[in-house]
């Protein structure tokens, strides 16, 4: 394997000259640092990164945080992000949370180690305070995926949760209905609790009674989406809609009503959150609210790039809205809806 001392005998410079080439410091003729990247290229020599890292303070790597790999939404993010790093000839460095908090502080941890020249952090556990004490604890910065916040530190790009859930429930209500039941988001979450209490409060604003029974908590899978609709078909709940706080959830619990016999939207309405890939094949296709996912993540990496090459920057605070999809899985209250 080729070393710096290699292309030095190579070219016939010191290993200084070398170095300012590898490493773009200090001024070196158009002539020389061409040779040396012929040298380079002709001995097959590839430069050590780590050092590179430690002598110009970057390491042309960002990384993201994301809380698991499972869905096509954080699929979406992780490809749009690759595609920014390497337009901008930089690496991407990927880690899973785990969907914990303490996932979130140790995948930043080791991020920072790696000496990533910034980091984007998909949080779901940490609040704003452990959000600003846990930069201050590192100092690569920081940008922070979905959550809304003015905390001064951080940099951060969220959904405005109430707008996204508002649309849904409201189209529900609009379409009539009043029976409602609901499949949760984890409440773990500051998204399941968001979403989960416009639910609470768009059933108030329209003086309807919530039955505890039409609530039920999901993982935000298909499977807990079915699930929760077999615990609301077993308990004979009265419902003639259900509000999927994911699309995920709410495919499966059409699912879950088919296999029971009943028809999507003519006996029961289902609303869902994200509009997924899978929403518009979903038979019946889904009714959802659209997240503008592909904007959020190449603006927040417009910025991861701009942190990446030691360009000044101002604290940054964006958020984005959503819009209803209509599809066929939802319709105006009928007769038919009411024994359900």
């Known amino acids: 394997m080729a070393t710096i001392n290699d292309v030095c005998k190579a070219t016939g410079y010191s290993k200084a000259t070398v170095s300012r080439v590898l490493n773009g410091t200090g001024q070196v003729k158009a002539a020389t640092r061409d040779a040396v990247l012929a040298a380079m290229q002709a001995l097959g020599y590839q430069p050590n990164a780590l050092a590179q890292a430690l002598a110009t303070n970057t390491s042309n790597t960002i990384g993201l945080i994301l809380p698991h790999f499972q869905s096509s939404y954080f699929g979406s993010i992780l490809h749009h992000a690759e595609q920014s790093t390497q337009l901008a000839g930089k690496k991407l460095l990927v880690v899973n949370s785990r969907n914990t908090a303490d996932g979130e502080r140790e995948a930043v941890a080791t991020l920072?180690?790696?000496?990533?020249?910034?980091?984007?952090?998909?949080?779901?556990?940490?609040?704003?305070a452990d959000l600003a004490a846990l930069q201050q604890s590192v100092l690569t910065?920081?940008?922070?995926?979905?959550?809304?916040?003015?905390?001064?530190?951080?940099?951060?790009?969220?959904?405005?949760?109430?707008?996204?859930?508002?649309?849904?429930?409201?189209?529900?209500?609009?379409?009539?209905?009043?029976?409602?039941?609901?499949?949760?988001s984890p409440l773990a979450s500051e998204t399941g609790q968001i979403r989960y209490a416009v639910y609470q409060?768009?059933?108030?604003?329209?003086?309807?009674?919530m039955q505890p029974g039409w609530v039920h908590e999901g993982t935000n899978t298909l499977a807990s989406g079915y699930q929760a609709v077999e615990q609301l078909l077993g308990s004979q709940q009265n419902f003639s809609a259900v509000f999927a706080c994911n699309d995920d959830m709410a495919i499966g619990a059409i699912r879950?009503?088919?296999?029971?016999?009943?028809?999507?939207?003519?006996?029961?309405?289902?609303?869902?959150?994200?509009?997924?890939?899978?929403?518009?094949?979903?038979?019946?296709?889904?009714?959802?609210?659209?997240?503008?996912?592909?904007?959020?993540?190449?603006?927040?990496?417009?910025?991861?790039?701009?942190?990446?090459?030691?360009?000044?920057?101002?604290?940054?605070?964006?958020?984005?809205?959503?819009?209803?999809?209509?599809r066929e899985s939802t319709q105006a209250l009928t007769s038919a809806h009411s024994s359900y």
């Open 112 to 128: 920072a180690n790696q000496r990533c020249d910034a980091i984007l952090l998909y949080s779901r556990h940490l609040t704003i």
């Open 141 to 184: 910065p920081l940008i922070i995926l979905n959550r809304l916040s003015e905390e001064s530190t951080l940099h951060s790009f969220g959904l405005d949760q109430r707008q996204l859930a508002t649309i849904a429930m409201q189209h529900l209500i609009d379409l009539g209905h009043r029976n409602i039941a609901c499949i949760t």
């Open 201 to 209: 409060q768009m059933l108030e604003q329209h003086q309807i009674t």
């Open 256 to 326: 879950a009503l088919h296999d029971h016999g009943l028809r999507v939207p003519q006996d029961v309405s289902v609303m869902g959150i994200d509009n997924e890939p899978a929403a518009a094949y979903a038979i019946p296709s889904l009714t959802t609210v659209s997240l503008p996912i592909v904007r959020l993540t190449q603006d927040a990496m417009t910025l991861a790039i701009a942190l990446a090459n030691k360009q000044s920057v101002q604290t940054h605070h964006q958020t984005y809205t959503g819009e209803l999809v209509l």
